[in-house]
């Protein structure tokens, strides 16, 4: 999994090499172009060397392609570099190594560590850093093999540091791919037990209703008092299905024999809430309508874990709650102030937390919408539009 999280991420995927890869390409060419045809004061000119230019503009051209095939590219510049320094014998320019160093980089940076061909690669810079020094011309003196070393571990703790913080970027994404995952399970199945409650209680007064209705029935009624026990027999069919698909999610209920949460119980919350550092006031705004069981307790739940989010990471500062009865939705609106002067609240406010997953499931449930959002002059607000 995190390898192919890792191959997803990785710049080497894209079919075309990235504007950073023109860039070190073109560097390189123009580097080695213009050290080719100019005259070096550091070194001695080459024979060829019009042909060493044409070869930089090859090796720019696997610059470009590195990141595709890293081991290949840096294996075969190695090689051809290699034999170039035994066979030709002239001095190397610094176009030659530091294009060895890009291109060690490359494979630390995009290939595991363990890799068979890392080591591989490791052994073709070595033997590239050796040749380099053989064929310097004046012979390479102490100062120069520990340049040349400590460029070259440089580049390599470089590619290593690169790989090391992409495995732990795409490790730190799985883990809050798994924590969002957890989060809607949990939030789905607290949803589930509390409709279950819900609907079971509605059945069961149906079922009851209609029993109820059967017995009043007359002698002759049969065909009426047939009807009813079929209404009755399917309701308690349902009520048993319900509670064996549902019931599993029971084992972990904690609040089966707490009162059903609503609106009307605002009260009771906003006093839990003040008692633990949060100055909060309440807006009722419109006439207050019945509710559906479901819609009531989704928007209790909403406003709960609302002013839950603001004292964990506002502390104790003022926030504000808006309920409005419309024709068509019930609006809720929780707003709550920046922390105080010196107060450094224990986490950081950001919008995508589990709590917000939570209270957007609840929304989505009833195909209504949820905002939330830090204010402008600070605090947060979280806003739920919720059709009825």
Avoid: C
């Avoid at 294996?75 to 035994?86: D, T």
């Amino acid at each position: 999994m995190l390898r192919q999280r890792l191959a997803r991420t990785s710049p080497a995927t894209s079919l075309a090499p990235s504007l950073a890869d023109w860039l070190v390409a073109v560097v390189v060419a123009l580097f080695a172009v213009a050290e080719e045809l100019s005259e070096r004061g550091m070194a001695p000119v080459r024979e060829h060397a019009s042909w060493w230019a044409v070869a930089g503009v090859v090796a720019a051209g696997g610059v470009l392609f590195r990141r595709r095939a890293p081991f290949a590219v840096l294996a075969a510049y190695s090689a051809a570099n290699v034999a170039a320094f035994v066979l030709v014998g002239e001095p190397p320019a610094a176009w030659q190594f530091y294009t060895q160093l890009v291109l060690l980089f490359t494979l630390l940076s995009e290939m595991a560590h363990r890799s068979a061909k890392v080591a591989v690669g490791l052994v073709a810079t070595g033997a590239y850093v050796a040749g380099m020094l053989a064929s310097t011309s004046p012979a390479a003196g102490p100062g120069d093999v520990a340049v040349a070393l400590v460029m070259t571990a440089i580049a390599a703790g470089a590619g290593l540091a690169v790989r090391r913080h992409r495995v732990l970027a795409v490790q730190a994404a799985e883990r809050g791919e798994l924590l969002a995952r957890e989060a809607v399970a949990e939030e789905r199945a607290r949803i589930a037990r509390e409709l279950h409650d819900i609907v079971a209680h509605s059945v069961s007064v149906m079922t009851m209703q209609a029993g109820g209705v059967r017995l009043m029935l007359a002698a002759g009624q049969g065909r009426e008092r047939e009807a009813l026990s079929t209404v009755e027999e399917a309701g308690r069919s349902a009520l048993i299905e319900l509670r064996r698909m549902v019931g599993l999610l029971r084992a972990a209920d904690t609040d089966r024999l707490t009162p059903h949460a609503g609106l009307d119980r605002l009260g009771d919350l906003l006093d839990q809430v003040r008692a633990a550092g949060l100055e909060v006031t309440l807006d009722v705004r419109g006439e207050p309508v019945p509710l559906a069981a479901g819609l009531d307790l989704s928007a209790y739940r909403i406003v709960q874990e609302s002013l839950t989010n603001a004292l964990k990471h506002a502390g104790p500062t003022r926030a504000a709650v808006t309920v409005a009865y419309r024709p068509a939705e019930l609006r809720l609106e929780v707003t709550n102030q920046p922390p105080p002067p010196g107060h450094r609240p224990p986490v950081a406010a950001a919008p995508g937390g589990h709590g917000l997953i939570g209270m957007r499931e609840r929304a989505a449930l009833f195909q209504g919408t949820l905002t939330a959002a830090p204010l402008p002059e600070g605090g947060f607000r979280v806003e739920a539009v919720l059709p009825l």
